[in-house]
């Protein structure tokens, strides 16, 4: 059975402290890992990842695979209350154009 | 730009109702999701479409029904309303698979089944 696991499933920073998250998945055929980042509503895209060790980057969160330990980080430096979410991450189960869904790291930043 | 759009946002039903939820998008996307969201549990897809007039169940299927009669529309029905489906329900879209790109959200229908 395809999985994912997010941990922590829930984290209360600092302003300005810096953050990691973790996803680590068993699925077969492996093709990519997103991530989206879910505010009071709609999920929104963050990034796509299909490649083993090479950063995605947009501003202040990057993210990097490890295909053979099967597992990804999403990092958030300098974090504001903004970022304040549910950052999720997903995997396409074996050949299916779907998405299997991480439960979630509800992420606090308190100023 | 209205992207995804969802209705209605909220409803309430009793146990044996039946209701549809209409999820609308005008960026001429193939593939089409509904997941639902419940607490402590992510986001688990209960059917999809890969095109118009095609279907597919995912996860969670059992009690609901899907139609895409038109591209740009994906419809959710609940025959008869368990409680067991009080959830926020999410449409999502997407030009390519969830699997190699962006899946654009809804801002999600939050149903009750008393």
């Known amino acids: 059975e395809d999985k994912v696991v997010q941990s922590p499933l829930s984290l209360v920073v600092h302003e300005g402290d810096t953050v990691t998250l973790n996803c680590s998945y068993e699925v077969t055929n492996f093709r990519s890992l997103l991530w989206y980042k879910q505010e009071k509503k709609a999920p929104t895209f963050l990034f796509m990842l299909t490649s083993s060790g090479i950063e995605k980057k947009s501003g202040r969160l990057s993210s990097i695979l490890d295909k053979k330990e099967l597992f990804s980080i999403l990092n958030i430096t300098a974090t504001q209350t903004g970022d304040s979410a549910v950052y999720l991450c997903a995997v396409p189960p074996g050949g299916y154009s779907t998405l299997t869904f991480g439960k979630g790291t509800m992420l606090l930043v308190s100023p | 730009n209205a992207g995804v759009t969802q209705t209605p946002k909220f409803r309430v039903l009793k146990t044996g109702q039946s209701m549809t939820l209409l999820c609308a998008q005008d960026m001429n996307h193939e593939y089409m999701y509904w997941y639902r969201q419940d607490p402590g549990m992510g986001l688990r897809l209960i059917h999809y479409?890969?095109?118009?007039?095609?279907?597919a169940k995912g996860e969670v299927p059992d009690g609901y029904n899907v139609s895409r009669l038109k591209k740009q529309n994906f419809l959710l029905g609940l025959e008869s309303a368990a409680p067991s489906q009080t959830s926020v329900y999410f449409c999502?879209?997407?030009?390519?698979?969830?699997?190699?790109?962006?899946?654009?959200f809804g801002e999600g229908s939050r149903l009750t089944v008393l």
């Open positions: 999502a879209s997407g030009r390519t698979g969830g699997d190699t790109g962006e899946l654009f």
């Open positions: 479409s890969v095109g118009e007039g095609t279907t």
